[in-house]
């Protein structure tokens, strides 16, 4: 099992670019997510999707938008880049309620 | 609103010596907690969970941590550091609800000094 995977691993755009990040895991778990970590910020939510075919807005959504193409698949997507969209950005997976969550490796996103 | 407090920013031992690194949450419903550890330019990896069973939680490489209810916390600990330890460490809390978020704390760094 690869468990969660995110291409592109590194990005760097030039502002009012656009960009989808992917991710996939194959595990089966129903829940999805999308977290920006920034130092000294934690990790914090931008979308998540509960299930197939459902998403809601986490804690930072301006400036994205996401898919859920089939219960493995989950995109973020930027459609006109900005400076402060520079992070590094983890998708995650879980199965229930309860955890626990599993990452993927992270893309590095720099916005010029 | 549920919310994860970490206490030190950066925390630095000598090798040898024991790791502390506090959480406390807020939470209005018996929350589920979580250790995660990050290396350098990696993503995190799951070192403990509590999830209303026993509340002293063992973890891999050799951590664990203590849910104490009426001080709301839940600090991770280790005996003894190791070089390879150093790393960020985040508490991060659930509630379990329909929406199964994770809130993160903002980070603790730990350093071990040889």
């Known amino acids: 099992n690869a468990g969660v995977t995110q291409t592109p691993k590194f990005q760097v755009l030039k502002t009012g670019q656009s960009m989808t990040l992917q991710c996939a895991q194959d595990?089966?778990?129903?829940?999805m997510y999308w977290y920006r970590q920034d130092p000294g910020m934690g990790l914090r939510l931008i979308y998540y999707?509960?299930?197939?075919?459902?998403?809601d807005k986490g804690e930072v959504p301006n400036g994205y938008n996401v898919s859920r193409l089939n219960k493995r698949e989950f995109s973020l997507r930027l459609e006109s880049a900005a400076p402060s969209q520079t992070s590094v950005y983890f998708c995650?997976?879980?199965?229930?309620?309860?955890?626990?969550?599993?990452f993927g490796p992270g893309t590095r996103l720099t916005v010029l | 609103a549920q919310s994860v407090t970490q206490l030190g920013s950066h925390v630095s031992v000598s090798e040898g010596a024991l790791v502390l690194l506090r959480c406390n949450y807020s939470s209005s419903v018996p929350p589920y907690l979580f250790w995660y550890v990050q290396y350098p330019n990696q993503g995190l990896q799951l070192l403990l969970k509590?999830?209303?069973?026993?509340?002293l939680v063992k973890g891999i490489n050799g951590f664990e941590a203590e849910f104490k209810k009426s001080e709301t916390s839940f600090h991770l600990t280790k005996p003894s550091a190791h070089m390879s330890d150093a790393a960020e460490y985040f508490c991060a809390v659930s509630n379990g609800g329909s929406q199964g978020n994770l809130i993160f704390g903002k980070g603790t760094k730990l350093s071990v000094k040889p």
């Open positions: 995650a997976s879980s199965e229930a309620h309860k955890g626990p969550w599993f």
């Open positions: 595990m089966n778990h129903n829940s």
């Open positions: 999707s509960a299930s197939e075919g459902t998403t």
């Open positions: 509590y999830t209303s069973a026993a509340t």
